[in-house]
């Protein structure tokens, strides 16, 4: 990673870090390690701590109300949460994979650029 891209994601997070907490709490993978980000920027522990409560709290709540509501055919919400899951891991690698691309085409034309520019000067 370039430096320049730690600082953007930095600026991002120090921008929208609440709402990526309150909001990460409900999605899997990114429950887990949203805090990594936040402790690198140093969140305040007490504004941590109420957004990951409220974020895990509604996540909770509608699963705890689709399995009271569902009763014994609780294991439906089991299906839509490993497609839910699903659906987040293909978002994620879709992401990277974007990524990968765009990097792998940016240096590549960095590096064409360079070899133009020693070419024309030898």
Not at 53 to 63: K, P, R, T, Y
């Amino acid at each position: 990673m370039k430096l320049s891209e730690v600082e953007s994601a930095e600026a991002w997070f120090v921008k929208h870090g609440k709402k990526a907490i309150f909001f990460g709490r409900m999605l899997p993978i990114f429950r887990s390690l949203i805090s990594i980000p936040a402790g690198i920027e140093r969140m305040n522990l007490v504004t941590f701590t109420l957004l990951t409560a409220a974020g895990s709290a509604i996540w909770n709540a509608a699963f705890i109300a689709a399995g009271y509501l569902l009763g014994e055919n609780w294991h439906i919400v089991e299906t839509y949460a490993d497609i839910l899951k699903y659906v987040v891991i293909a978002g994620v690698l879709a992401g990277l994979a974007v990524w990968i691309v765009f990097r792998i085409r940016t240096t590549r034309q960095k590096q064409s650029a360079d070899e133009s520019e020693f070419q024309s000067v030898a």
